[in-house]
């Protein structure tokens, strides 16, 4: 997870709890996330002047038991207001 802001700056990130698994194609256990999940990611404003949308950043990778596909990058817009306008 990454911003790119000259208006805010991470402080923090909250992950949720993983889970250790086997998987067929690995001889090590692997830390996963199933299903949906919810990061929280704490800011803290750095120029408030900044007029400038912000865009957060999530990269992740999605697997099965069988294979795991391409790493994604999934780009959230932020407006001034800190509404979420596109993802």
């Known amino acids: ?6 208006r805010w700056k991470i402080k923090n990130i909250h992950f949720p ?19 949906s999940i919810k990061i929280l990611v704490d800011v803290e404003e750095i120029n408030k002047y900044d007029s400038k949308n912000s865009f957060l950043k999530i990269n992740f990778q999605a697997c099965s038991d069988k294979y795991c596909e391409a790493n994604q990058t999934l780009t959230i817009k932020i407006d001034n207001n800190n509404a979420i306008i596109s993802q």
């Open 17 to 35: 709890k993983e889970k250790l698994k086997n998987l067929s194609y690995s001889k090590e256990s692997l830390s996963l996330f199933e299903g």
């Open 1 to 6: 997870v990454n911003i790119r802001s000259g």
